[in-house]
T-cell receptor
């Protein structure tokens, strides 16, 4: 039972344009959400997070939006850069130390 | 210093071997984790230590044995592994903030191959 899903396995975007990565979850107890970026053979790198009491959080080129009623979050990257090419995982937590990861979306930013 | 250091980076072991993976952090984090990641899959939680005590064991087989000697170190002892245990093993740490809602920082991982 996959509680956190990323339905798009891959995404290609032109350099300078917006990248939008989506994530859906089923567990209404999740109250903290994170996005990680991962290069091959490396550990995930934390990007940005959002608490369920907010609907938006920004950090530089990265913005995360949370729609609790739809159980949906998204990561916007503007402008996209070739160095952003990686696998992006969303993760969720229900106030415990247990982070549940989504299946990942491979982003390719084309120069 | 936001670094989690894992050693070794690569490990090849036979099914009868005993080996250990090591993880170290000096961020003052009091929660430490072991995750396992297979190719094209998300990281899967194995164990969580909170304040040096095992708080979560995700029904991991006993051939994997975690140990937290102090607040900076986390080990994973391996014994009698199977080829299907070959994976990237990731260590992470976090500060147990309010309701444990805080980001976890990951190490580079140990690529384990069981032959």
């Amino acid at each position: 039972d996959q509680q956190v899903k990323q339905n798009s396995p891959s995404l290609s975007v032109q350099e300078g344009r917006i990248s939008i990565l989506n994530c859906d979850y089923t567990n209404s107890m999740f109250d903290y959400f994170l996005w990680y970026k991962k290069y091959p053979a490396e550990g995930p790198t934390f990007l940005i997070s959002i608490s369920s009491i907010k609907d938006k959080n920004e950090d530089g080129r990265f913005t995360v939006f949370l729609n609790k009623s739809a159980k949906h979050l998204s990561l916007h990257i503007v402008p996209s850069q070739p160095g952003d090419s990686a696998v992006y995982f969303c993760a969720a937590s229900a106030g415990t130390y247990k982070y549940i990861f989504g299946t990942g979306t491979r982003l390719k930013v084309l120069a | 210093d936001t670094e989690v250091t894992q050693t070794p980076k690569h490990l090849v072991m036979g099914m009868t071997n005993k080996k250990s993976l090591k993880c170290e952090q000096h961020m003052g984090h009091r929660a430490m984790y072991w995750y396992k990641q297979k190719a094209k899959k998300p990281p899967e939680l194995m164990f969580v230590y909170s304040y040096e005590k095992l708080s979560i064991n995700e029904s991991v087989p006993s051939r994997f044995s975690p140990e937290c000697p102090n607040s900076s170190l986390l080990n994973l002892h391996l014994h009698a592994l199977q080829p299907e245990d070959s994976a990237l093993y990731l260590c992470a740490s976090s500060h147990p903030g309010q309701g444990a809602n805080t980001e976890a920082f990951f190490g580079q991982g140990t690529r384990l191959t069981v032959v």
